[in-house]
């Protein structure tokens, strides 16, 4: 908390402020890196896509190590995330998941970015369960799960790198009640971490968005972070939901976290430089120390909303 001394101020001003690439999937990668730096970011959550680092064409070594010494250049940390909606499966967003009747496609996925990670000094890899598809029954969809993520644990442990399993609205595991059902079935492996989007705490989670934080914070390998409503699953620009964020940030500083805090915006690469500024400058002055954490001391991003992508 914030007192006579400073504390508060110096504890939220060692948090690492990251954005998603998701947000720039109309920019070349380099590019979007470029402007990302210019803004004052340190670090991206690396979304692995065709248009991103594409894991699965040919010269990937080569790629990799381009990425690698261009985020070297610009100062950049990264954390690697996996949810690109139609590269495995032209026809079918995010298919197959680990919970499809052949998940062998997404597991060399995960595997691949594992191996990227470990290769771009990566934070964590982040990945997610899932939705159910309706002919799997929910016991079979929860074994198919256990078995795959102990692959890639298996697979992430030898390479060095932690995993951060994101609970996702809607999907086989979505709340972090779930994520600690599945870290119990795996063993409870010190490299299963947790991914927190904090949209999603205020979206579903039964506890207010700070004590989610302080619920989860010794597990903790990657935050994302995003304004949103109770009840909706939609990423929205800071300040146009629900979310008070100085406590959340300060929440963040208090349970210790130092890694990327990641703007997940991934519906608003049409304006992605306005969006990415305004996204800094809000987070800026959300972790500034203020006599009250009130929204009202935060100006809020001019929204987006409404323009066509």
């Not at 060399?108 to 000094?121: H, S, T």
């Not at 619920?215 to 304004?227: A, K, P, R, S, T």
Request: charged share 20%; with cysteine; net charge negative.
């Amino acid at each position: 908390m914030t007192g006579p001394d400073g504390t508060a101020e110096a504890d939220t001003a060692r948090l690492r402020f990251g954005y998603g690439t998701n947000g720039f999937a109309n920019h070349r990668l380099d590019d979007a890196l470029a402007v990302l730096a210019d803004l004052g970011y340190q670090g991206v959550a690396l979304t692995l896509d065709h248009d991103h680092l594409d894991p699965f064409a040919p010269g990937l070594a080569a790629r990799v190590d381009a990425v690698g010494r261009r985020l070297a250049g610009l100062g950049l940390s990264v954390v690697i995330e996996t949810g690109a909606r139609y590269l495995l499966d032209p026809w079918h967003k995010h298919a197959p998941t680990l919970l499809h009747d052949d998940p062998a496609r997404r597991i060399e996925f995960l595997r691949r970015a594992v191996r990227i990670g470990a290769d771009l000094g990566a934070e964590a890899v982040s990945y997610w369960a899932g939705v159910r598809p309706p002919q799997v029954s929910p016991q079979t969809a929860w074994d198919r799960l256990v078995a795959g993520c102990a692959v890639v644990v298996e697979a992430a442990g030898a390479a060095g790198v932690p995993l951060g399993f994101e609970p996702e609205p809607g999907m086989l595991v979505e709340d972090i009640a779930g994520w600690r059902r599945l870290r119990a079935a795996l063993g409870e492996p010190p490299g299963f971490g947790l991914t927190l989007d904090i949209g999603h705490c205020r979206c579903l989670e039964s506890m207010t968005v700070p004590d989610c934080v302080y619920d989860v914070g010794e597990h903790l390998v990657n935050v994302q972070i995003d304004d949103m409503r109770r009840g909706v699953h939609e990423h929205l620009e800071f300040g146009t939901g629900e979310i008070d964020f100085p406590p959340v940030l300060q929440a963040l500083s208090d349970v210790g976290y130092r890694g990327l805090v990641a703007v997940e915006l991934p519906r608003h690469s049409h304006a992605a430089p306005n969006v990415a500024a305004a996204s800094i400058e809000f987070l800026r002055a959300a972790a500034a120390p203020a006599p009250t954490s009130t929204r009202a001391a935060v100006a809020a991003p001019t929204s987006t909303r409404g323009e066509t992508g």
